[in-house]
T-cell receptor, first 114, second 114 residues
Framework: KNQVEQSPQSLIILEGKNCTLQCNYTVSPFSNLRWYKQDTGRGPVSLTIMTFSENTKSNGRYTATLDADTKQSSLHITASQLSDSASYICVVRQQGGSQGNLIFGKGTKLSVKP | SQTIHQWPATLVQPVGSPLSLECTVEGTSNPNLYWYRQAAGRGLQLLFYSVGIGQISSEVPQNLSASRPQDRQFILSSKKLLLSDSGFYLC?????????????FGPGTRLTVL
């Protein structure tokens, strides 16, 4: 079964600290993996996308890694800010198929405290 | 630039009442359009997608329906709402570019069925 599992479910960190969010998937065949940031009550916004041949991609203080062999990805946030408080969703696209071949994780809720 | 609108932002409806949520996209032509539902504590669930006017694909059987009367308009409807229809409804659009098409989400509609 195609699944995307994220951990932890929630995380509280102090402003200025770093953190790492995890995503494990069993989607096959794999096409790409994307991380979204979703502020409370808003729609998700894409942070990074990685294909099979990419193992790291950065977007400002956000750095995503991908290990296609172990089917794991991580999102590292450096020097966290209060505005980083949000849910972070890992999404894996399955190769081929219809438009509905995106598998969403349940997200990690990050709270950054002053 | 492209923008996506959803309305209403929030809605409280009694069980058994009808529903109509509207989504419009500006600044692009022939977009792929999507309706998602996000229930509390769960990941995004794709409900419908459309690759063109009048073309609707349903991913999950339910009492909801979708229509695309115009190129950049996507409507989610129900004749009789259930309690289980409560959730956060997100509309999204994309333009396919190879296998890395990005989905851009609207601001969402929070639906509470009482």
């Amino acid at each position: 079964k195609n699944q995307v599992e994220q951990s932890p479910q929630s995380l509280i960190i102090l402003e200025g600290k770093n953190c790492t969010l995890q995503c494990n998937y069993t989607v096959s065949p794999f096409s790409n993996l994307r991380w979204y940031k979703q502020d409370t009550g808003r729609g998700p916004v894409s942070l990074t996308i990685m294909t099979f041949s990419e193992n790291t991609k950065s977007n400002g203080r956000y750095t995503a890694t991908l290990d296609a062999d172990t089917k794991q990805s991580s999102l590292h946030i450096t020097a966290s800010q209060l505005s980083d408080s949000a849910s972070y969703i890992c999404v894996v696209r399955q190769q081929g198929g219809s438009q509905g071949n995106l598998i969403f994780g349940k997200g990690t809720k990050l709270s950054v405290k002053p | 630039s492209q923008t996506i609108h959803q309305w209403p932002a929030t809605l409280v409806q009694p069980v058994g009442s009808p529903l109509s949520l509207e989504c419009t996209v500006e600044g692009t032509s022939n977009p792929n359009l999507y309706w998602y539902r996000q229930a509390a504590g769960r990941g995004l669930q794709l409900l419908f997608y459309s690759v063109g006017i009048g073309q609707i694909s349903s991913e999950v059987p339910q009492n909801l329906s979708a229509s695309r009367p115009q190129d950049r308009q996507f409507i989610l409807s129900s004749k009789k709402l259930l309690l289980s229809d409560s959730g956060f409804y997100l509309c999204a659009w994309s333009v396919r570019r190879g296998s890395t098409d990005t989905q851009y989400f609207g601001p969402g509609t929070r639906l509470t069925v009482l």
